[in-house]
């Protein structure tokens, strides 16, 4: 699960933030893992994540370089947009949305749904992203 948000002052990427938080465990049972990325400085970063009792990666990409790789990257506000991407073992994006307000929130139990279509959970056989020969 990535996660780009516009800023620790951005409620809607608040919001979504703290549901995944509170999903985390659901998350992981499901082989998954959430990793947040936004412009914020990593003092700021660290403020917010440790604010909202985030279980998860928040990266500091203030010169937006990740974001815009990903093409989310908002020139007009130097933010990335709110953006939810599921992407599998294997790189492939599977799933992606973007926020615009409140109502457009992916809510977790819908992300780990997904993900449970998606992979396989701890229980199940691993992903190997290469082989030594």
């Known amino acids: 699960v990535l ?3 516009r800023n ?3 409620q809607t990427c608040r919001e979504e933030l703290a549901d995944l938080a509170d999903k985390y465990r659901y998350i992981s049972e499901q082989d998954g893992e959430v990793i947040a990325i936004s412009t914020d400085g990593i003092d700021v970063a660290k403020d917010m994540a440790l604010d909202l009792h985030l279980p998860f990666h928040v990266i500091s990409d203030p010169n937006g370089d990740i974001i815009k790789l990903y093409g989310v990257y908002d020139d007009d506000t130097d933010t990335a947009y709110p953006t939810v991407f599921l992407i599998d073992k294997n790189g492939v994006v599977r799933y992606k949305k973007v926020i615009n307000n409140l109502n457009d929130l992916v809510p977790a ?6 993900l449970k279509d998606m992979g396989t959970p701890h229980t199940g056989v691993p992903f190997q992203s290469f082989r030594y020969e």
């Open 3 to 5: 996660f780009f948000y």
């Open 8 to 10: 620790s002052l951005c």
């Open 109 to 114: 139990d819908e992300i780990v749904n997904r």
